[in-house]
């Protein structure tokens, strides 16, 4: 040991650096406190080690994942189709024997087809007034309803984080001008100008789009996403500018600018990582909150088009039918709660495991 | 502070003020972007008919004109005819249906706010207890459930298959089921408002120095404790009389309530687009005020609160 000490040379009485001599070499002991017991682990690491914890959001994501696979492949292997009235062949009369179907009963052509020994795929839940497959409609509902609640959130999420980040970045005018403009549209009753904007937009589009591929989607469904990408995105624009804000008042913001980080690292190593939770959990949260709003617009008659099914119009569709066939309605209803509530519960989870704040 | 409140007060009384402006303008150009013209009749009319008609309710003029004119007329309360209900005015019908809708939406909301605050109290008081999980289970299961689902839940199971109800919302006793489903929502929700605030409250020193001076557990519970957690309730109550409001447009159809929402519903089915641009506006003004009224009255509470 003094060896080492020994063989360091000696220092310059002149010179201003220090003495070499007087540092004192690093017991094992102390060298052994400066290892790295295990790998430091990223934000998104750590985060979905928190979440695979939580026992309720891991039950909620298996859910909506189950229900997310079925209703993006069972249709495809699905021996009925969602519009297909099974009563009707071209070229004969309507065999109303197809309508009304409880769960497991056929058709009398499909009985004929049984007794010759065929094999015919059940109907699980039966059919509804029209002679449409009921399982294979509400499947397909759902998927339409995931759908909508997916992509109504993207936009939501798209035009709010563009838009308060803009305002939370330049800060001063162009800030105080862009939220005079959310505080506005956020005090108009959402709600009532969705009802208001989607049944004046179902008469004004369906001439526009005839024709084009936006036909095939149906009026109701674009004036949805119109309808949100006007009026949802303001509490999303609310949320990232506040967090643009208080992120650039940082002091670790302020550290990292202090030791010479250039802005670009500063926006990727400080701002996005805290930025990026607060998104992926409102979105999270935004998907059942479209969902819910699909299906009440569905409900009113103003949501998806005839044929096409989403769960609030099976809802709606099935109440004229309540007094025989109740199951038709609390099928569609238990699968929406399921959605939104597996939904809610996997957005607590993520927004508890991602939240720095709340990190014990 | 006083100087500051009212100047909150006014700044606020403004952009509800424009709101409301906005919500009748939005409504107006949209009714003159239907095609047609508000005056389509399902039976042919002659060019001279449809002439005389238009110059009757003033639609030749410029359409600033007939903006202003519209807009003079919302502010004496006049809407127009309706379409569907022929001879009737627009804020007849408003003021016929709002008499039944504003009984079922304060019944609903007293029941929300009374039941949600004491479900919200025992949750909290019980904190991690049978009674705290009962209630959370329920409150998170009711959050997740549309007004319409649990409406036509309990119509199938309290009027079809348990006939305990009538399904005919025009009686006294069939307004039990709509008022449960329209309150259900707003009830969870501040349940879940009041058990978080309170658990927050009844950690703080103050709870702990009463108690330690021997206040009675019901007087710390009710007067220091609850009197606190309200707050975050009362910026809910805004909110809580919107959802209310559109969600008794669903409830009244399903249960046959003679409300505004029904006559909402059965317009947007019909087209009758003066009763839906009608209907719009009125509810709207009603939600404003209220939000207004609930924010005002949560920064009067809440002496803490900034007014920047």
Same mark, same amino acid.
């Given at each position: ?93 309507? &065999? ?78 162009? &800030? ?143 109440? &004229? ?40 | 502070?006083?100087? =500051? ?7 606020? $009384?403004? @952009? ?18 239907? +095609?047609?013209?508000?005056? @389509? ?13 238009? !110059?009757?309710?003033? $639609?030749?003029? +410029? ?11 919302? @502010? ?7 379409? =569907? ?38 949750? !909290? ?6 009674? %705290?999980? #009962? ?6 299961? *009711? ?32 307004? #039990? $089921?709509?008022?449960? *489903?329209?309150?259900?929502? +707003? ?9 978080? *605030? ?6 703080? %020193? ?12 019901? =007087?710390?519970?009710?007067?220091? *404790? @609850? ?11 805004? +909110?809580?009389? !919107? ?9 009244? =159809? ?5 409300? $505004? ?22 509810? !709207? ?9 609930? %924010? ?5 509470? %809440? ?6």
């Amino acid at each position: 040991m003094n060896k080492d000490i020994d063989a360091m040379p000696s220092k310059n009485p002149l010179s201003l650096q220090l003495d070499l001599k007087s540092f004192e070499k690093a017991t094992d002991e102390e060298k052994f406190m400066q290892q790295r017991m295990r790998e430091s682990t990223t934000f998104f690491k750590d985060g979905m080690r928190r979440l695979a914890k939580n026992k309720i959001a891991m039950i909620c994501l298996i859910i909506i994942s189950v229900i997310v696979l079925i209703a993006a492949f069972v249709p495809m292997i699905y021996p009925y189709n969602y519009s297909d009235q099974l009563g009707i062949t071209p070229g004969q009369s309507v &065999d109303s024997s197809y309508n009304n179907l409880k769960p497991f009963e056929y058709g009398e052509t499909e009985l004929e087809r049984i007794a010759a020994g065929e094999k015919v795929f059940p109907h699980i839940f039966g059919t509804d007034s029209a002679g449409r497959d009921y399982a294979i409609r509400v499947i397909y509902g759902t998927r339409v309803s995931l759908l909508v609640g997916f992509f109504a959130s993207l936009i939501v999420l798209v035009i709010g984080a563009v838009y308060g980040s803009v305002s939370g970045f330049y800060g001063g005018k162009v &800030d105080l001008v862009m939220m005079r403009i959310v505080d506005i549209i956020y005090s108009l009753p959402d709600l009532l100008m969705i009802i208001l904007l989607s049944s004046i937009l179902n008469v004004t589009l369906a001439p526009k789009i005839e024709g084009t591929g936006l036909a095939k989607l149906g009026t109701g469904m674009i004036s949805i996403f119109i309808v949100f990408a006007l009026l949802y995105w303001v509490s999303m624009a609310r949320l990232v500018r506040g967090q643009i804000l208080s992120i650039k008042q940082q002091d670790y913001v302020l550290a990292a600018r202090s030791i010479g980080a250039k802005s670009s690292h500063i926006i990727k190593r400080h701002m996005l990582p805290n930025c990026i939770s607060v998104l992926i959990i409102s979105t999270a949260l935004q998907i059942p909150s479209a969902i819910f709003t699909e299906s009440y617009l569905s409900f009113l008659g103003l949501g998806v088009d005839m044929p096409m099914p989403s769960l609030g119009s099976l809802a709606s569709d099935a109440l &004229d039918g309540i007094y025989s066939y109740g199951y038709r309605l609390i099928i569609p209803a238990v699968t929406i709660c399921l959605i939104v509530l597996s939904l809610n519960l996997l957005g607590d989870g993520l927004r508890d495991a991602f939240d720095p704040k709340l990190k014990k | 502070m006083d100087s =500051k409140l009212a100047l909150y007060i006014v700044k606020r $009384l403004l @952009l509800a003020l424009f709101t409301v402006f906005l919500v009748i303008t939005i409504t107006f150009f949209a009714m003159k972007a239907i +095609p047609g013209g508000p005056f @389509l009749s399902e039976k042919a009319t002659t060019p001279a008919v449809t002439a005389a008609l238009e !110059a009757k309710y003033g $639609l030749d003029k +410029p359409v600033m004109e007939q903006y202003v004119t519209y807009l003079k007329g919302v @502010l004496e309360f006049d809407f127009g005819p309706s379409i =569907k209900n022929r001879g009737r005015e627009v804020s007849d019908l408003l003021v016929e249906g709002f008499a039944t809708s504003g009984k079922l939406g304060l019944m609903a909301a007293g029941i929300a706010i009374i039941m949600g605050l004491i479900f919200g109290a025992l949750a !909290a008081v019980f904190h991690n207890k049978v009674i %705290d999980k #009962v209630i959370m289970v329920l409150s998170t299961a *009711s959050v997740a459930m549309p007004s319409f689902v649990i409406a036509t839940i309990l119509l199938l199971l309290l009027c079809i298959t348990i006939p305990l109800f009538p399904s005919n919302g025009s009686t006294a006793g069939g307004l #039990v $089921l709509p008022v449960i *489903s329209l309150s259900l929502y +707003p009830m969870a929700y501040i349940t879940r408002l009041t058990r978080s *605030s309170m658990l927050d409250v009844l950690g703080q %020193d103050y709870i702990r120095t009463a108690r330690a001076k021997g206040v009675s557990p019901v =007087k710390v519970i009710f007067k220091h *404790s @609850l009197k606190n957690a309200v707050t975050p309730v009362i910026t809910y109550v805004g +909110p809580m009389i !919107a959802y209310i409001l559109t969600g008794s447009l669903v409830v009244e =159809k399903i249960f046959a309530v003679p409300g $505004l929402g029904n006559y909402f519903f059965s317009s947007i089915i019909n087209r009758d687009y003066p009763m839906i641009m009608g209907t719009t506006i009125f509810l !709207a003004t009603i939600m404003v005020i209220m939000t207004l009224l609930s %924010d005002i009255c949560y920064k009067i509470f %809440d002496p803490r609160v900034d007014f920047s």
